[in-house]
């Protein structure tokens, strides 16, 4: 059957790559900010994955099995999204020093042939080392921050930040292989 990944990330369709040899990207045009966070992040982050999966369904006129997926940054329980500016990487980078936080990633999959839906997320937490602010305007400075949600990716130049994980290295890059594996083997 055909698979569809509902995402224009590249991290993402290299991920999916090591999983299925073909498979084709639409991407998806939900707006996220028709999700609001009432304070439960798996709900928020598999809610959002929804939306994305559902809108990519519309599009589709074939059996499919659509892969659609999110990635929220947490700390204390209150989403870093992507920074609008230098300003804002610098105060989320600075509030990630020294700190652990949480990284969810909801995926979302849909069988259009049987309309079986399946969701889930992951939660791993990631510590930081302690960041000098030279250290944060260079990494800045890169631009690497700009698109990533927490204001940096741990597979880039961001990932000398990190000093520990509990979990899933993937999750953090943004699709957990294992899990997105398990759930493709239940969606046939």
Known sequence: MKI??????????????????????????????????????????????????????????????????????????????????????????????????????????????TGKIIKDSLCTEVKFSKLKDEEIIKYIESKEPFDKAGAYGIQGKGGIFVEEIKGCYYNVVGIPLNKLKSMMDKIV
């Open 4 to 113: 569809v990944l509902a995402s224009a990330s590249e991290r993402r369709q290299e991920l999916l790559s090591r999983l299925v040899e073909e498979f084709e990207v639409i991407v998806s045009n939900f707006d996220e900010n028709t999700v609001v966070f009432k304070g439960n992040v798996k709900e928020c982050v598999e809610n959002i994955a929804l939306g994305k999966a559902i809108d990519v369904q519309k599009s589709i006129h074939e059996d499919a099995i659509i892969i659609a997926a999110d990635t929220i940054v947490t700390l204390d329980n209150k989403i870093l999204g992507k920074p609008k500016d230098g300003t804002e990487a610098f105060s989320m980078l600075k509030d990630l020093s020294e700190r652990t936080h949480n990284v969810y990633s909801g995926i979302v999959l849909i069988n259009t042939k």
